[in-house]
């Protein structure tokens, strides 16, 4: 597998928005997970190559949004109405066979983006 490219992060204030890319190619499933300092790193959604099995981490469901560009191999997270909590680096990942809701089973990983949100 291509090691996914991520990018879009950066610093936004608190209820702010950013939009994240990853790019990769060659996946079935793709997913975004993120690790604040000193935390485990934590699955926040998941999509597959169709557009399907779109789920959400109950810390971001109803503020985050993932979906596939208008390219096939780009996908987007769309955060909305940022928190402090919401402050980590964000990892896109993919895996080539389903099921892609399961976070545990990704294991191919882009470098990861910084989010910074502040009050």
């Known amino acids: 597998q291509v090691q996914p490219a991520e990018s879009g992060g950066g610093s936004v204030q608190v209820g702010g928005s950013l939009r994240l890319s990853c790019v990769a190619s060659g996946w079935m499933c793709m997913a975004w997970f993120r690790q604040a300092p000193g935390k485990e790193r934590e699955g926040v959604a998941t999509i597959s190559v169709n557009g399907g099995s779109i789920v959400y981490s109950d810390s971001v469901r109803g503020r985050f949004r993932i979906n596939r560009g208008d390219t096939p191999n780009t996908v987007y997270l769309r955060m909305s109405d940022l928190k402090p909590e919401d402050t980590a680096i964000y990892f896109c990942?993919?895996?080539?066979?389903?099921?892609?809701?399961?976070?545990?089973?990704?294991?191919?990983w882009g470098q990861g983006t910084q989010v910074n949100v502040s009050s």
């Open positions: 990942a993919t895996q080539v066979t389903r099921p892609c809701a399961e976070f545990g089973r990704y294991n191919n």
